[in-house]
């Protein structure tokens, strides 16, 4: 077997090894977490709806607040990444992924071997941004999905930039506004370092669920330095 041989791996991760795992963003799983909304404006699935021009606030995190909650604070519904950890446990790896929905930690990835390229649904950021830093949202997500009435969160939930006090955003590579911040940029010097300590050994590149919208593992990514084998 492959990844028994070699001496480390390297995992690259796109949107479809999360839709295997049940992460689906049409069909039954849309209809079911979000009726209200498509009653109302016809969507159709749930990545095109989070960029409806939403005429409140209290409506767009009535929107956001359910989504980052069944797409970040809940388990996949299949195993699909636990029985991948299962696989690479005991191997020295590292996983660099565009995913967004943290399903690589909450199996049980060291989070320290994780670079989230893209971005995390659990982080807000200054709209603007103001600043480079991000602010983890679990708590607030959970209150706003236990508050919402009529697709719409209380005024007073609204997140705003604690700096400059502009909306908050989401911490998505979506556009020129995303923040790259400490967290973002200590995990790209991690990967760099592994790629670099691992230059000559058997190194196996693991490309999972992987397509246009999110490329596999480019040698010329990030800040590496080193040639990759």
Known sequence: MKIKNADAVVIGAGAGLSASAGFTYSGKRFEDIFP???????????YSAG?????????YWGYWSRYIFVNRYQNAPKSVYNDLYN???DKDYFVLTTNVDHCFQKAGFDKNRLYYTQGDYGLWQCSKPCHEKTYDNEAMIRKMVA???NM?????????????GAPVSMNLRIDN???EDYGWHLAASRYQDFICRHKGLKMLYLELGVGS????????HGRLRCFLL
């Open 213 to 220: 919208n999110t490329p596999g593992i480019d040698p010329g």
């Open 152 to 164: 719409r969160i209380p005024s007073g939930l609204v997140p705003y930039c604690p700096v400059c």
């Open 87 to 89: 696989l690479v446990q």
């Open 51 to 59: 960029f409806y021009p939403y005429k409140t606030l209290e409506e």
């Open 147 to 149: 508050e919402q009435e």
């Open 36 to 46: 209200d909304f498509i009653e109302k404006y016809g969507f159709r699935d749930m």
């Open 177 to 179: 506004t995303f923040v």
